[in-house]
């Protein structure tokens, strides 16, 4: 049903794994998708997913998740669920069972120990205005603490305690002793270890000391024997802390950290801490929420695995800038839809229309795809009373309109010439009904002596069914909503991202399940939605995309 796999990018991540494999270095890859379970995934993630578990399908390797859960107070169980079913909705999965950072808590533990009998960390208890002042700045170097020089045999002790819950929360930490003059203010003696009693999701209460990411990452990873350790750029500055963790325990294996520019798209935020204020705010009305950037938003919006996993290969993977436009996303899952989104008529702003010649119309046959007739098809029920799209007729029609107007004929989809007598309105001068007449001779066939050209779609109103249409769009205004520290990304929030209208649908689409897919011909790609539609009772459909860009044409 969808388009055939597009061919691998290359790409300089690529071009080092396909050296190592060829040189012996490696004889089949390794790599991990490390998300901390505190938010939902976005399309950021969506990249580095696509990446990490890609490169193993495509080399025949493995690919691990691993949460990284070094931060109880923000985690959570139901974070860690989220990011295990869109990882598998995205369509991959992880080798063997989920791994967590906290599976390693007691061997982190003994490998500090490790280093403090090097000589290689120490417990240092200056107050954090004290370790501010030491650290130095991006221009001066650091001093040392009076405390780095501690016994081993002191240190051993403190850490023990520490560990035992003899201190209190941030009183002390265990640092790396490597170098306080260092240019990079990361390798400044980093703390490995913090105190902080917070309940764990998977540890619940038993520790009270926990280890720093960089300390525990690096360490997670030689412990998975992965390879390659794909990151985004901003750890760049850390790989030299990634290496000496490394480089001063004996570890199995030493992988690779290698970094990549992260994703920013247009017209949305790509940040977890943003996108949690979008819905403490009540903004949205969840992280699935269709406008959402999240993988379970995009979902619920309709947004196809595959059109996800082709917009991750066609932005492709660098250490430059990697600022894509939303429509780049939004055409990638038009084009998935396409072809697979059968289609039927829908009316999102009904204007009644009385027939009145309709003795003796016949209903016609339709199906449900152009290119696909193993679709199927349906039939369209045509009767006195129809529906027609409002804005398709225009009492005073502007140049060029092809659509319907007194006097005018145009094609209803799949059924007759049709033409408008006559216009009914209300005390207002509101046009509530037309009436018209269609050309019998015109079903299935061109009329005699004319050409119409117009084709609009139309429901039977007493075939149609009633439905709630959500019709989205983007969430903010602006292509960088937060790229501006002074004003608030939420000022650049979209005013008219949601309209709920009560619409009309063809009784074909009655009993689809959730998650169901269309195209609603001349309106755009529709998905029932997961959550509120119930098949048969209340039909709830949310809009995915348009049918094309109606974004391009008002930029200026
Ligand atoms: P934070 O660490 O601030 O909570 P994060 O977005 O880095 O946020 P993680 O859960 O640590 O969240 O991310 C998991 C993986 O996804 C990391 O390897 C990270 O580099 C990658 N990732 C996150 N955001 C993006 C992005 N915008 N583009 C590409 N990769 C991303
Ligand atoms: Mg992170």
Redesign the pocket.
Known sequence: MSSNPQAPVSHFIRNIIEADLASGKHRGIVTR???????Y?????????C??FGLALEYGGKCNLRF?DTNPE?ESEEYARS?QEDVRWLGFQWDGTVRWASDYFDALYGFAVKLIERGLAYVDDLTPEQMREYRGTLTEPGKNSPNRDRPVAENLDLFARMKGGEFPDGSMVLRAKIDMASPNINLRDPALYRIRRAHHIRTGDSWCIYPM?DYTHCISDALENITHS???L??EDHRPLYDWVLDHLDMPCHPQQIE??????HYTI????KLLQLVTENRVSGWDDPRMPTISGMRRRGYTPEGIREFARRIGISKSA?VVDMAVLEACVREDLEARAPRVMAIVNPLKVSITNADGAQSREAGFHPNHPEFGSRVVPFSQQLLIEADDFAEVPPPGWQRLTLGGEIRLRYSYVMRCDEVVKDASGKVIELKCSIDHATLGKNPEGRKVKGVIHFLSCEHALPAEIRLYDRLFNAPEPDGDRDVDFSTHLNPHSLDVVSGWVEAAVRDAAPETRYQFERLGYFCTDRRDHRPGEKLVFNRTVTLKDSWAKEQP
């Open positions: 998708f490390p998300p901390e379970p505190n938010g995934l976005h399309i950021g993630h969506a990249k580095s997913i990446l990490n990284d923000k990011i990411y794909l990151c985004t901003e750890f990549f520019s992260r994703l920013e798209l790509t940040s977890k801490r990697n």
